[in-house]
């Protein structure tokens, strides 16, 4: 599969080649034919990638009071860390895909192989997209019309918002693509339409359309001629479909509306307002979504779980269908749109043009790879590569944000050999490997645990797919790495269990690691080095400042994340056990009472666990603090000492003999020691983490959790 992707720190677009992405539940894999280059939203991030971190930071002045934030909380080094990584991620682009479709997911009812579809998958040959963000194209429709659609949808979800009805006068403000596809949306449904911008070859265009024009560029007033338009009476509607740092175009449209008028912002402009000039006529002025309803709904998108069709008559899935069935009768044309054809491999030409060239429209990209140069399930990058017997060879399962940041980079400082990174999609992984250093990658798991070259596998996948991927890989015989939680169920932990005795039942056999980073940081060991001085038992008071995260993202539901008790708590009880050396006895739990305050109470709760040498602690797992707050802070009381750690960065000692403090440049939560640990422990035949404790940490961290959800 190739791809193309922009570097957000340089602006560079490229293609990139990658394994080619494994159907997946609930959607399509899809050979594209076509696809669109949207000249407003790809002009747009092409900009953004090209311009200095300045003028970067400028644009999103939200952005960096979160980085400030960042540094006083995590300190100057691990922030710039941070940020140069976000920027060295690779953007995909493009949201405007026609192709054939070759395979479908469980439980896709509605699309077959061979099917031609729309989709809003990116500028890649083979795309894997889910079944409500794809629509069947009617025969009559061509590909390059097609590749129009979801470009068009969203015009058409802005004009649904107006409600034109037959007769009335709308203004269109900003005549690129999307507001000529409005334009001819707008006609279509009985309307009157003056066409606004500064290009007089794209109001050309609009005429072409039936709609009349304005040119500021050569003098005209705007607000003038809506009112001449609207016969003096001020127009009904405005939609705008412009792209500008300036509040003009809203303040024209208040102007030149009727009383109670409908003004929708589909594009992007300054939003300074007067109120003056919406209360006096009451005004409706609303910002459109996107394609239209069901758009960031994980629910809808992902889970394929459709709106029921009475109560939502129009979603992002049926705005597609609409869309194709005005091509199909005619009544949009998009061929005055096509300002110039690509082949996919001339894509460096079609985005240097789309740069050069702003009164481009619609680039269209075609793509005529044969279908089995698509379908690769792997990628090489180090042909060469060759591999040792007495140092780990490694493969990871998954390439997201903590993978790519932080544990690949840790297995390569312990001198880990990198084999291949696995992933679903294919994309991230091939960064991944190019980046990296590793032989290839891939999106066959199956492969990679069958590799008789790779010993040790390394799970960095969503929570719900550990316990099974650990399972498979200790029946493989290979060492397994599983970054936290290592199950979501007491089920599923037994069932981790067996597949780790029956992989020890003859010897010594693979061996398991959770990703428990904390025990390892450096002022952890040295908190363990004075606990161990002491032989009473101890108090702790462990607080994470988790921040609040979506009820609907992914980590909180139970299924798919486990919440975060299970996904980010353990942390701290594994660390808890780590101090204090002895097992834990006994678990209590509370959160926060129901309210309808708040959709999730789960993650604002206190976890008491009591250990059989007598200590005990409490961890305090709030999603309600604020977060210039520390999020991490470490207290323990003992033999008339304390012992404090801040956000693992300062270590402070109270009444400690020949102890004060102990302070950090930046902030080490033991990420790098951790995978060292692991690898150097598979050297040595010695786990770090010994495997009953794993065991005992993971049932621990699930009782809490279900003791919090039956409150």
Known sequence: MKQIVQQLDS???????APAPRVARGTLLIKTTRSLISAGTERMLVGFGKASLLAKARQQPDR??????KVR????V????????????PLPLGYCNVGEVIEVGEGVIDFKPGDRVVSNGPHADIVRVPMNLCAKIPDGVGDEGAAFTVVASIGL?????????????????????????????????????????????KLALAKQFGAETCNPAQGEDPVAAGMGFSRGRGVDGVIITASTKSSD???QAAHMCRKRGRIILVGVTGLELNRADFYEKELLFQVSCSYGPGRYDRAYEEEGRDYPFPFVRWTEQRNFEAILDLMHSGKLDTDPLVTRR???EDAEAAYAALTHDTSGLGLVLEYTTAIGERLTATTRFATDASFVADRPTVAIIGAGNYASRVLIPALKAADAQLHTVVTSGGLSGAIAAKRDGFGEASTDTAAVMADPQIDTVVVATRHDSHSALAIEALENGKHVFVEKPLALTLEQLEAVEAAYAAAHANGPGPQLMVGFNRRFAPQVAKMKALLNQVSEPKSFVMVMNAGAIPARHWTQDPAVGGGRIIGEACHLIDLMRFLVGAPIVDVAARRMGDTPLMEVTEDKASITLAFEDGSFGTILYLANGSASFP????????????????NFRRMTGYAWPRFKTQNLWRQDKGQAACAAAFLAGIRAGQPAIPADEIFEVARATIEAATILRQQ
């Open 157 to 201: 979800q802005g004009m649904r918002l107006a409600e034109p009805t037959l007769g009335e006068s709308f203004v269109v403000t900003g005549a690129g693509l999307i507001g000529l596809l409005t334009i001819q949306l707008l006609r279509a449904h009985g309307c009157r339409v003056l066409a606004i911008d500064f290009d007089e070859s």
């Open 11 to 17: 602006g560079v677009t490229a293609i990139v080649e």
């Open 342 to 344: 690509f082949a996919f």
């Open 631 to 646: 999020k991490e802070r470490v207290e323990v009381f003992t033999a008339g000492r304390v012992l404090q750690i801040d």
């Open 73 to 76: 909380t995590d300190g100057l």
């Open 78 to 89: 691990a922030t710039v860390d941070a940020v140069r990584s976000k920027l060295g991620q």
């Open 249 to 251: 175009p809203v303040a």
């Open 64 to 69: 960096v009071k979160d980085v400030l934030g």
